[in-house]
């Protein structure tokens, strides 16, 4: 059993997470093929994953209660994904299991540099509606934090942040894969969370080094974001809000396969501030997770548990910049 963390107010933290539940086919190469080219690959494996499932298996397994709403097909896929999640103790009620349909797939390709690059077959994930965020209304309203991504349809991610809104429950909007009506979704979500090839879509800003997030961040802050944190990979992450502007610098690890990182940074995010963590410890605890996750082969056994990202912060310690 995990050992369950607890609020300021001494309550099991709860997480509701809204989004995509994918098969994924993780293939392992020297590096990416050109086009038309076809070249032999070193290994392939199949697992469970989606933004979704990766940030709320980040989530329980740092503690949380975590419940999902999202959809899935009627083929093996699905049996396994479900199961995967019954597994890490992630309430499944709200999951809607759609006939003649497939489960979401995710084709990977992982190359010797820790690149990677993620092509989507979004599936039964584009078939969740408004209905089925509605029929979960009472788990929002009991929630602490709502995780949303875009890999649901967009009206579906406007409906769980008005909700969440609604219920003064903190939410959190990771724009990716990004999309320009994320926009729209600014004013109404509490944190942000693009990496830096998502703030440069959304904002036109090539993120390259200080200076150019720090003007990608302005810009989201500008629209209507109240606190961004723009992940950078192995260069850190930067915070910015109306009273903050701060680079986090990176843990030093080994990498191995950066594939789902961002969705551990946010699953450990949510939890970290629903236990109102200070809003750059809780990033920073993010960081330390979304480390420990890269030195992992596979995004669906990546996440750390809560005793482990505490272990490496005790041994690791990372800075703050204000800018």
């Not at 990771?174 to 009506?181: H, K, Q, R």
């Amino acid at each position: 059993m995990k050992k369950s963390q607890i609020d300021n107010l001494g309550r099991p933290v709860k997480v509701v997470v809204v989004g995509s539940v994918n098969c994924d086919l993780t293939t392992y190469l020297t590096d990416f093929p050109l086009k038309n080219q076809t070249v032999m690959a070193k290994k392939s494996v199949l697992s469970i994953g989606g933004k979704g499932v990766n940030q709320a298996i980040a989530a329980a397994k740092d503690g949380a209660n975590v419940s999902f709403i999202g959809c899935v097909g009627d083929d093996l896929f699905a049996s396994n994904a479900l199961n995967y999640l019954h597994t890490h103790q992630i309430n499944t009620d709200n999951i809607r299991r759609i006939k003649n349909q497939s489960t979401g797939t995710a084709s990977i390709l992982v190359t010797e540099q820790r690149e990677n690059i993620i092509a989507v077959a979004p599936g039964a994930n584009w078939l969740l509606t408004v209905e089925d965020v509605y029929n979960a209304e009472e788990l929002i309203r009991q929630a602490d934090v709502v995780i949303v991504q875009l890999e649901i349809p967009a009206e579906v991610v406007k409906v769980v942040l008005e909700l969440s809104r609604k219920h003064h429950v903190l939410s959190v909007l990771n724009p990716a894969p990004a999309a320009d009506y994320a926009k729209s979704l600014y004013s109404l979500a509490d944190i942000v969370t693009p990496n830096e090839t998502e703030a440069a879509e959304l904002t036109g800003i090539e993120v390259k080094d200080n200076d150019s997030v720090v003007e990608a961040a302005n810009i989201m802050l500008s629209e209507g974001v109240k606190q961004v944190v723009i992940t950078l990979g192995e260069k850190g992450s930067y915070v910015a809000s109306n009273e903050i502007q701060q680079l986090i610098s990176p843990f030093s690890v080994d990498a191995l396969d950066p594939t789902g990182a961002g969705d551990v940074f946010n699953g450990v995010l949510a939890v970290a501030r629903a236990q109102k963590l200070p809003f750059i410890d809780a990033v920073v605890r993010a960081s330390a997770a979304a480390a420990l996750s890269v030195t992992k082969p596979l995004a669906q056994d990546a996440a750390p548990d809560h005793q482990q990202i505490n272990q490496f912060l005790q041994l690791n310690s990372t800075t703050s910049t204000q800018m």
